[in-house]
Each structure stands twice: as structure tokens, then as C-alpha cells.
């Protein structure tokens, strides 16, 4: 696979109100930051390089806003958004309509509770996604809480199989 993508602010003007002079993020020994807000990498959420080398597309959440944290090259692969233009994105853009509310309602009982019938599931489950074309999939969910004290927040990773052609078998 190759290298990790660099990750700017850039990709976080929709969410933290970055401007076009934002600088580069790479390499720094302390989480990079505009105004406020904290750019987490996954070293800082404690899930390391493996993050950028996984077969399985992982995601990154932050439940108190509901968006997109990380996205790695295999969550670009299958659903179909570069990590630049994931990156700061609604977590339901890959939430089919009909079950949006759901996810609404789930995402903030984790970010108020740390809880969630999916988080502890403590095994796959099957739900539909969305990939950037509007495509429904069958895909195979995990979620797994991200225990850190760096950043302020909730942040879940999720690893995310598609299971839409053993559905078809």
C-alpha cells in the first residue's frame, strides 16, 4: 500500500473554519491545531501507522460532532470519497435516509454517554451504507470506543467490511 496521506487543515475548513493559507500538517511531535480545534492523526488517538495500512476501511468519528475524524486509503476504496474530502464530513452521508434518525439518535447517546447498543456489540453487525454515488451496500460493522485523554470529545473507529457480494451468494 502506500504511504499515509498528508493530511492539512485544509480538509477541515468545512468544520473548523480553516482559511486557505491554512499551513501543511505533517510530521509534528505535538497534534496540530487551528484556533481551538485539535487535528487528531491516529498515532495521537492511540490506533498508530497500522490505521493507514488496515485491508478493512476504518473511520474515525468524534460523536460530539458527528463527523468524520480519519479515513484510511481502504474507506477511500470502498465508498468512494478521497480522505480530503471525507475528512470534516457528516458521518451520515454514508447513513442511508431511512435510517438516518437512528443514527442521529445513537450518535449522541455515545457522545453523552460513551454507550450504544452498537459499541457494545462487541461483534459485527450487518447494516446498509452509502457510497459517494448514492450506491446502497451491505456492509459489516464494528465499532470499537477510542479511549484517549488528548483530545477533547468521544471518538469511535469503526472497521467496515463490505459484505454486499456475500449477501448476493
Known amino acids: 500500500m502506500s504511504s499515509p496521506p498528508t493530511i492539512t ?9 480553516t482559511g486557505p493559507s491554512a499551513p ?6 505535538t497534534p496540530p491545531s487551528v484556533g481551538e480545534a485539535l487535528v ?10 497500522l490505521f493507514w495500512h488496515m485491508r478493512d476501511a476504518a473511520v474515525v468519528g468524534e460523536a ?5 475524524a480519519l479515513w484510511n486509503p481502504a474507506a477511500e476504496v470502498l465508498f468512494g470519497y478521497p480522505a480530503a474530502e471525507a475528512v470534516g464530513q457528516p458521518l451520515e452521508m454514508l447513513v442511508p435516509d431511512a435510517l438516518r434518525n437512528r ?6 447517546r455515545f457522545a453523552a454517554t460513551g454507550r450504544g447498543p452498537l459499541v457494545e456489540a462487541h461483534h459485527p453487525v450487518e447494516v446498509p451504507a452509502l457510497r459517494k ?3 446502497e451496500i451491505a456492509v459489516e460493522l464494528v465499532l470499537t470506543p477510542i479511549v484517549q485523554e488528548r483530545f ?3 471518538f469511535v473507529l ?3 467490511r463490505d459484505a454486499t457480494e456475500r449477501r448476493r451468494i
Open 158 to 160: 469503526a472497521l467496515i
Open 9 to 17: 487543515h485544509r480538509a477541515f475548513e468545512r468544520t473548523i473554519g
Open 40 to 49: 487528531p492523526r491516529p498515532e495521537d488517538l492511540g490506533i498508530g501507522l
Open 133 to 135: 454515488g448514492g450506491e
Open 152 to 154: 477533547p470529545g468521544r
Open 103 to 108: 443514527h442521529r439518535d445513537g450518535i449522541a
Open 24 to 29: 501543511e500538517v505533517t510530521g509534528h511531535a
Open 64 to 68: 460530539g460532532s458527528g463527523r468524520i
